[in-house]
């Protein structure tokens, strides 16, 4: 029994985690859409793309986050 509890909260876990990804990846199609449109209000192609490359880099440190954090917490679930 102990060991079907860890491993149905480490999928719980990994389950939660996977949900924050999509979350922040619905988020920056949101804000490159965004972006996009900007152009039609005469913003320069440069800025625009500088813009979603901070998008990406955005996304990107979030998503490693996520995973430090689950990682962190299937480890401290396991060890208890």
Not at 50 to 64: R, Y
Request: net charge neutral; proline share 2%.
């Amino acid at each position: 029994p102990r060991g079907e509890r860890w491993k149905c909260a480490t999928d719980n876990t990994e389950q939660e985690a996977e949900q924050a990804k999509v979350s922040i990846r619905n988020i920056r199609r949101t804000a490159n859409d965004t972006a996009k449109k900007l152009k039609d209000n005469a913003i320069p192609e440069d800025m625009i793309k500088k813009l979603e490359g901070d998008i990406q880099k955005m996304t990107d440190d979030f998503i490693a986050q996520i995973d430090k954090i689950a990682a962190a917490k299937e480890k401290e679930i396991t060890t208890i």
